[in-house]
């Protein structure tokens, strides 16, 4: 994968780690349209009762859940590996470079794409396994990213109204957010029960109108949702793990308009696309 650093506002105290290439020898499942990633997803249910639609006091940034705000890829991506070695047979790292591949879809979505040929019936048990495990040994310890905390209370102070996407269960994301002592800042949380990405946010633009809207993600899925959205721009998390990487040039390469390995800089990214987006309508008038 390229290598390179973000466009956008520096991070003073960031360092751009080097990309870890995928492990040699192995083939990456390929995506045949790229559109393929955004469409894709488990869509189970809506809200029962409508939200009114708000108005709120500056934007609106959206927060992808896992490898976004939590630091978990490689805690996931290990059980995820042995999931489909156990049901499959694959390799674990190959199974563990593949999920990373394909992560930002739901787990289901990615077996499917996988495994096109196993049994549903497998596929669905083998998804139901991985959310358990996911669960027992995953998510009981993971942590956010170092910066998260500071970084979420001083976009509250700002006024800007926080918000969570995510595939994972719905209850399982409050629960995490609860136990990290981050719940407090986010007006909502649309996890799986709520449908897919794209799906969530359609409806927080339906929620909170005439109002930017970013969508803050650390994986390809994540950069195509936000762009198949008007109106919403994508946000990048770079990242690196052992024999995977996607750096900021990957991410801007699937539409990341920003994209770093923090997020200590948001605030400062988020202003200045707030000041470019008022000024816009300001240049069109003076060009009539």
């Known amino acids: ?91 674990p790292e190959e199974g563990r470079i593949h999920y990373l591949a394909t992560t930002g879809m739901p787990f289901e979505a990615q077996l499917a794409q996988l495994y096109p040929d196993a049994p549903p019936a497998l596929r669905a048990a083998t998804a139901r396994t991985f959310h358990q495990r996911k669960v027992t040994e995953a998510y009981s310890k993971a942590k956010p990213f170092p910066e998260v905390p500071k970084l979420l209370k001083r976009l509250g102070s700002e006024r800007w109204t926080l918000v969570v996407s995510t595939g994972a269960e719905t209850e399982m994301a409050e629960l995490l957010l609860e136990r990290e002592g981050l719940r407090y800042w986010f007006e909502e949380v649309l996890g799986s029960a709520e449908g897919t990405k794209r799906e969530h946010l359609t409806e927080y633009s339906r929620r909170f109108p005439d109002v930017p ?48 390995y923090t997020l200590s800089a948001l605030p400062e990214v988020l202003a200045k696309f707030e000041r470019a987006g008022r000024s816009a309508p300001a240049r069109r008038r003076s060009r009539r």
């Open 1 to 91: 994968m390229p290598n390179g650093k973000s466009s956008g506002p520096a991070d003073p105290g960031s360092r751009a780690p080097p990309a870890s290439p995928p492990s040699e020898g192995l083939e990456l499942p390929m995506v045949t349209s790229a559109s393929q990633f955004a469409e894709v997803g488990r869509g189970v249910g809506r809200p029962k009762t409508p939200v009114a639609p708000t108005k709120v006091a500056r934007g609106v940034t959206v927060f992808d859940l896992d490898g976004t705000i939590l630091d978990d890829l490689g805690l996931i991506s290990a059980v995820a590996s042995e999931v489909m070695f156990q049901a499959f047979g694959t390799p």
């Open 213 to 260: 809207i970013f969508l803050v993600g650390d994986s390809r899925f994540d950069m195509e949702a936000a762009q198949s959205i008007a109106g919403v721009v994508p946000i990048g998390r770079a990242s690196t793990l052992p024999g995977w990487g996607l750096t900021p040039l990957d991410l801007e390469k699937w539409g990341a308009r920003w994209a770093d």
